[in-house]
């Protein structure tokens, strides 16, 4: 089955990909932008309404692969051009464990590497904003990174710099801890000065919670079409990246109170009634009322215990005039596009690949990292 390097690489795959919204031309992307119908995102970083806003969004971790960073470059070079504004979204409502750069990385060095991990496996189940940054853990990272500084002593001051980020910090969640390094690494060594945000800032203000109604509304139909086009793209023998959605399904997700272990809410019909449901590993169970005749998802959002899964496209759409897009977040990219269009009534926002991806793959730069290449001086 055929990966987004596949089809990038052939023109074939160029064709499928520009067909369904997916460029790799900056030029054709900005000349495809239009303003946002909805200016709260522009306004939540303080930025002028009525021109394109183009957002970049990834989980917020500690350390980034060359393909995440190709996506940053690819942002910062689109903000360049006249009147349109960037903005990088980071993603803290996703499961520590989700990544292996989450919570820590490990850089390479003569006679061994220096692993960096701020937050225990243990916490793995958590959203990084639930995950606590402990004293100790801390504490034994400082001494590990000190010691391999003695002996890459051309890496000492930028190590002691990363240390000096962390305490003046005082993170008390690993979501603080990596929002302290990313910007710094974003600054002091890719020189962006793109504005961040956190998409549960985003939550919180409610940005989101008119499309996810829409979508909890239309919940059947958006399972139907999901799963007709994540079979299409089989079908063209392209990898989508998701599965099948659960009959059951919603796309939301809740942070146990006992455990802040993160939870999938599936629907629960009771005579006229739709409830979210979960059950968590700890033994609690959740219910929360969506309502009869029209849902809403107000009675989870008043928790501020709830995220969102890989739709996030789907509520960012009316708040952007494009998204620069990753390897992964392409392909099903093309599939949410399909429920915008054909559930939501919504026109989808370009994608653009970054312009030096392909060769980033091909040199298998993905052995590199954002923090190995900072601190090793590359």
Not at 160 to 187: D, G, I, K, N
């Amino acid at each position: 089955m055929r990966t987004l390097e596949d089809l990038m690489a052939s023109e074939d795959g160029r064709s499928l990909l520009e067909m369904r919204g997916v460029l790799n031309s900056v030029e054709a992307f900005v000349g495809r932008l239009r303003p946002p119908p909805d200016a709260r995102l522009a306004g939540h970083i303080g930025a002028a309404p009525g021109g394109p806003l183009v957002y970049a969004a990834h989980q917020l971790m500690v350390d980034y692969p060359e393909s995440v960073v190709a996506k940053l470059r690819a942002a910062q070079q689109v903000g360049e051009h006249p009147g349109v504004v960037t903005v990088l979204l980071w993603l803290d409502m996703d499961r520590a464990g989700a990544d292996k750069m989450a919570a820590g990385s490990i850089v390479r060095g003569r006679g061994g590497g220096l692993q960096i991990r701020l937050a225990s496996r243990r916490h793995d189940d958590k959203e990084v904003r639930f995950v606590p940054v402990e004293q100790a853990q801390l504490d034994q990272t400082f001494h590990k990174i000190g010691a391999w500084a003695r002996q890459h002593t051309s890496a000492g001051g930028r190590l002691a710099r990363l240390t000096e980020v962390l305490r003046e910090t005082r993170p008390r969640t690993l979501a603080q801890a990596s929002m302290a390094l990313t910007s710094s690494l974003l600054r002091e060594y890719l020189g962006m000065k793109v504005p961040s945000a956190l998409v549960s800032d985003l939550a919180s203000r409610g940005l989101l919670t008119e499309t996810m109604n829409d979508v909890v509304n239309a919940v059947d139909d958006v399972v139907t079409v999901f799963n007709a086009a994540t079979d299409s793209l089989v079908t063209a023998d392209v990898d989508p990246q998701v599965h099948h959605l659960r009959l059951d399904y919603l796309p939301l997700h809740y942070s146990c109170d006992r455990d802040d272990r993160r939870c999938s809410l599936a629907r629960l019909r009771r005579g006229a009634d739709t409830f979210a449901v979960t059950r968590c590993a700890c033994g609690a169970s959740y219910e929360f009322h969506l309502g009869s005749r029209s849902l809403s998802m107000d009675a989870v959002a008043a928790t501020g215990r709830w995220s969102t899964d890989v739709t996030l496209p789907l509520y960012l759409n009316d708040l952007a005039s494009g998204v620069v897009a990753g390897r992964s977040s392409a392909l099903y990219g093309m599939v949410l596009n399909e429920v915008l269009e054909k559930v939501l009534a919504r026109k989808p926002i370009p994608m653009l690949l970054p312009p030096d991806l392909p060769a980033v793959l091909a040199e298998g730069a993905e052995t590199q990292s954002l923090l190995q290449r900072y601190v090793v001086g590359q």
